[in-house]
């Protein structure tokens, strides 16, 4: 009988579009995940179990927007005991509403 290890099991996303922060869509691609991961960390075990975890959460959506990807690995990242790489992933990836607001600001300053 074949069993797998959980990091090489394989889930079945059926993510197919992302919608980015400027409303444009564009195909999904699970390996930004791991490449912005891999900016956050180089603990090959840590990354590859939050990447598990995130894809697993968003396995049942056909589309997702960008701000709930971020969501879910800063909420992953903190239910995994790891704040301090939660606030830094936090800080490196700004959401869309203090980019927004900051748009808002420079349209009424011109």
Do not use: C, W
């Not at 074949?2 to 564009?26: C, D, L, M, W, Y």
């Not at 912005?36 to 180089?42: Q, Y």
């Not at 790891?82 to 800080?91: G, I, S, T």
């Amino acid at each position: 009988m074949n069993k797998q290890k959980p990091q090489q099991s394989h889930i079945q996303i059926t993510v197919r579009f992302v919608e980015k922060q400027n409303g444009k869509k564009a195909l999904f691609d699970a390996r930004k995940i791991l490449r912005s991961l891999n900016h956050l960390t180089h603990d090959d075990r840590l990354i590859r179990r939050i990447n598990a975890l995130v894809l697993a959460q968003i396995a049942g959506y056909s589309q997702i927007d960008t701000a709930t990807i971020r969501q879910l690995i800063i909420s992953t990242l903190n239910l995994l005991d790891h704040p301090e790489l939660a606030k830094r992933y936090d800080e490196y990836h700004p959401s869309a509403t203090k980019q927004d607001q900051f748009k808002q600001l420079s349209f009424f300053n011109l």
